[in-house]
Each structure stands twice: as structure tokens, then as C-alpha cells.
Nanobody
Framework: QVQLVESGGGLVQAGGSLRLSCAAS????????MAWYRQAPGKQRELVAR???????NYADSVKGRFTISRDNSKDTVYLHLNSLKPEDTAVYYC???????????????WGQGTQVAVST
């Protein structure tokens, strides 16, 4: 079994910063892509940022230049640094990883439980 555990959310004023972490544990052979999604109340879940196993990131236009995704493969962990936060960044943030549990299995996608980020004016 695989578990993704997130941490680092909270309440911050506009213009502030946060760092989210998501660590995978369990039976893991390899981790391909890692990503962060978010879901605001009444809206669909949207991709915020993704990073390949080679370390190449890509971002949603709404967060480019403000958020940075990174990964530590030795810890099976992905990070999201949120800078210059805006009230519209308020959402539940979910991590997502494509994980192979054994060499013979295809990668499957796993989700974290979500962490709340709230940005006040």
C-alpha cells in the first residue's frame, strides 16, 4: 500500500508565503511524475504544478513566477513553495504522484488527503 501525507497548509495574509510538503510511504519501486492540484469551493480541481522524475517543472499560468515545485527523490517527497499569495489562491491543495509499486507493475496515481491554504486580504 502507498500513502501520501501532506503538511504545511495554513492561514496567511496576501503577499505571504507557505511551503507545502507531501511525502510518500509504503511499497514504492519508483515515482514518476509528482504534482500539486488545488480545489477551491464550488470549483473543479485544477493542476497547479507538475514535476517530472527528471526534475522538469511546469506550472499553471495563474501561478507562474509565484509558485515553485521541487522534489527530493531520496525522501520520496514533493514540495510546493507558494510566494506572493493572493486571496484567489485559497483552496485545498492535493499532491498527486505516479508510483510504481513493483518493477512489473505500471505506475498508478495516488492522492494525498489535502491541506487547506487560506489567504486573507
Amino acid at each position: 500500500q502507498v500513502q501520501l501525507v501532506e503538511s504545511g497548509g495554513g492561514l496567511v495574509q496576501a503577499g505571504g508565503s507557505l511551503r507545502l510538503s507531501c511525502a510518500a510511504s509504503g511499497t514504492i519501486f519508483s515515482i514518476n511524475s509528482m504534482a500539486w492540484y488545488r480545489q477551491a469551493p464550488g470549483k473543479q480541481r485544477e493542476l497547479v504544478a507538475r514535476i517530472t522524475n527528471g526534475g522538469s517543472p511546469n506550472y499553471a499560468d495563474s501561478v507562474k513566477g509565484r509558485f515553485t515545485i521541487s522534489r527530493d527523490n531520496s525522501k520520496d517527497t514533493v514540495y510546493l513553495h507558494l510566494n506572493s499569495l493572493k486571496p484567489e489562491d485559497t483552496a485545498v491543495y492535493y499532491c498527486n504522484m505516479a508510483i510504481q509499486t513493483t518493477e512489473l507493475r505500471y505506475a498508478e496515481y495516488y492522492w494525498g488527503q489535502g491541506t487547506q491554504v487560506a489567504v486573507s486580504t
